[in-house]
């Protein structure tokens, strides 16, 4: 017998927990996801390559936010643990012949455990103290990344070894598109799971309160180090992809530069959002591109006033960002939402 | 008559702030199962004492065991873990996360998969949150919140994030649970909805309730026993008659004899 509801109604706890609530969500990223995969036959190499960044990027933001995001700690240490993992997993494929899909998990324990070394200080400082400790941790790092030339191969940097699987060898645009969109896919997919499960709940608790987290049994320290540990194992995946993407590594993308880059991707796309990492990410990928795109067209077009508009870029960047900032603080993810309430109810309002 | 066990005992507590003396000796027992009352003008310490159970303070001398375990130095995790859960005064509810996941958090020390088995979630992950989800729903049903199980606690008016509160503190199925004027700022309807809460919660429940209220016709009409505070000393315990008529507690809280249980 078929029952026809007038409504989204659910009949078990399970169907109710679902991530994808409706069969018409479960069709679009499902073919979403096939569409990712057909991608690279689609597009050319130079737009396979952006989303390989924006890729990388999304698994460091999920990373960051889990932390800062999710957590509520501050994390100014970002661009230095992705230099950690693309280090550590290029030493272990250069000195160990460890295989690339052993190196990189390995990579990312190694960046975890020295995520949590640096979050120690999380057990007595919080907010802005914790985020100075955490400019310690980006600095301290940075020096060792120069001066640990035995790993690190010092200002010269060192070459990443390509992941290979049998006879397939990883080092075009088209290949690492493959392994990058996988391993972002699954990062996302994680993400997701942990936070409607019991230590990424805790997470939050941790970041809203963390006086009644500990009342309700949630042991502060613990869960404080644990979340340094997730999104540092994160962060150090995105750094062995990026190692492997680009084939060669030097501690100069690995500045405060590029942890301020990730802080800006999650506070654009949403803090404490999965989606918004993903959004945040495309998003300060995406623009800078954007703005190349458009400067150049504008020099084109009025040769006069082009060379002002192309060293204006910069600043034009800085001000999208702030006017975002300014209009959507909740981020990206946040404006979603309200204009997917809005579609639910439309043409009411109410 | 058969009096039933002490659950909690509590000796000769002494906390300090600096100067400030805020409990000085300090003692009690709670029984299995009953309402127990703690009263006293502002700043009496009650709160104080609250906070000494719970494991937010920890006192500079004194005694206090659960079920004849010493918890005094035990932090608060751990006094979570033996069945020991609260309210607070002023709300302290995750604001970010929704009705179900606060409480979703009264249910972490139940909960066993940790963040690998949480990420990969299908399983017994996703058994044992169906499971809890269950046991949740029940307080959400006992406690009549269902139309705003999903919504973000932030958006909530008082009176609910005050039942919210009491939902998360009942989902960590406790044995004792301190409730910090779980009735403060609510109008009367909530009022005696909260007090038909609190009286379900003990008697078929069976959780032992310590109640810090300053709505004097509530305290006296659900109390099993009620003590006195008063400028970190106690000055009265008793049953709620004996408590009325003791002169040092009318004198230190209550006024002079007349207007005193005029309240409601």
């Known amino acids: 017998m078929s029952v026809n509801y007038c409504g989204d109604f659910k009949q078990s706890y399970k169907d109710d927990m679902r991530v994808m609530q409706t069969p018409f969500i479960r069709i679009c990223i499902f073919s979403f996801i096939v569409f990712l995969y057909a991608f690279p036959f689609l597009a050319s190499t130079y737009v396979v390559s952006t989303v390989n960044v924006i890729g990388i990027a999304v698994i460091g933001a999920l990373g960051i936010n889990i932390v800062t995001g999710f957590t509520g700690q501050i994390s100014l240490g970002q661009g230095a643990f992705l230099g950690v993992g693309a280090f550590a997993c290029s030493y272990f494929m250069r000195e160990w012949g460890i295989p690339f899909w052993v190196a990189m998990p390995m990579a990312g324990v190694f960046t975890a455990a020295v995520g949590m070394v640096f979050g120690i200080p999380s057990l007595r400082l919080k907010g802005l103290y914790l985020a100075i400790a955490t400019l310690a941790a980006q600095f301290i790092l940075e020096y060792l990344f120069l001066h640990m030339d035995m790993f690190t191969g010092g200002s010269n940097g060192v070459y990443f070894p390509s992941p290979e699987a049998g006879p397939v060898v990883f080092d075009t645009d088209q290949s690492m598109y493959y392994l990058i969109i996988t391993v972002a896919i699954m990062a996302v997919v994680f993400a997701t799971n942990l936070f409607r499960s019991k230590d990424g709940r805790a997470f939050v608790a941790v970041r809203d309160h963390y006086l009644s987290a500990e009342i309700m049994g949630i042991h502060l320290f613990r869960y404080r180090l644990l979340s340094f540990a997730v999104s540092s194992f994160y962060v150090g995946i995105a750094g062995s992809l990026w190692g492997a993407y680009t084939q060669y590594i030097t501690p100069e993308h690995f500045t405060i530069h590029e942890s301020i880059n990730y802080l800006a991707m999650i506070i654009i796309g949403g803090l404490g959002s999965v989606l918004g990492s993903i959004y945040g990410a495309v998003f300060m990928t995406l623009l800078p591109q954007v703005l190349t795109v458009i400067t150049s067209w504008a020099a084109h077009v009025l040769p006069s006033v082009g060379d002002l508009i192309m060293s204006i870029k910069e600043g034009i960047f800085g001000l999208i960002v702030i006017l975002f900032l300014v209009f959507e603080p909740d981020g990206m993810a946040h404006r979603w939402s309200l204009i997917k309430a809005y579609w639910k109810l439309y043409p009411f309002s109410y | ?264």
């Open chain 2, 1 to 264: 008559m058969d009096r039933p066990a002490i659950q909690l005992a509590v000796e000769d507590l002494h906390l300090s702030f600096g100067g400030v003396n805020a409990l000085m000796g300090v003692g009690f027992d709670v029984r299995q199962g009953e309402i127990f009352s703690i009263i006293g003008p502002n700043g009496a310490g009650k709160t104080s004492m609250l906070n000494c159970i719970s494991g937010r303070y920890h006192p500079q001398k004194g005694k206090i065991s659960f079920e004849g375990q010493e918890i005094t130095s035990k932090p608060p995790a751990a006094r979570a873990q033996i069945g020991i859960s609260r309210t607070f005064q002023n709300i302290a509810l995750f604001k970010g996360m929704t009705v179900l996941d606060n409480m979703l958090i009264g249910r972490h020390i139940h909960l066993k998969s940790g963040f690998l088995k949480g990420g990969i979630y299908l399983g017994p992950c996703q058994r044992e949150e169906i499971e809890h989800r269950a046991f949740v729903e029940d307080i959400i049903d006992f406690l009549e919140i269902e139309h705003i199980r999903k919504k973000v606690v932030g958006t909530l008016a008082y009176g609910l994030q005050k039942r919210v509160e009491l939902a998360r503190a009942l989902a960590l199925d406790p044995k004792l649970i301190l409730l910090d004027e779980p009735m403060a700022g609510m109008n009367l309807e909530e009022t005696e909805d909260m007090v038909r809460y609190v009286l379900d919660i003990n008697q078929e429940w069976g959780v032992t309730v310590i109640l810090v209220e300053h709505d004097m016709g509530v305290v006296m009409d659900i109390s099993d026993r009620v003590v006195v505070l008063d400028f970190g000393q106690k000055i009265g315990e008793g049953t709620p008659e004996e408590v009325q008529k003791d002169p040092a507690v009318i004198r230190a809280y209550l006024g002079d004899e007349e207007s005193v249980f005029l309240g409601r």
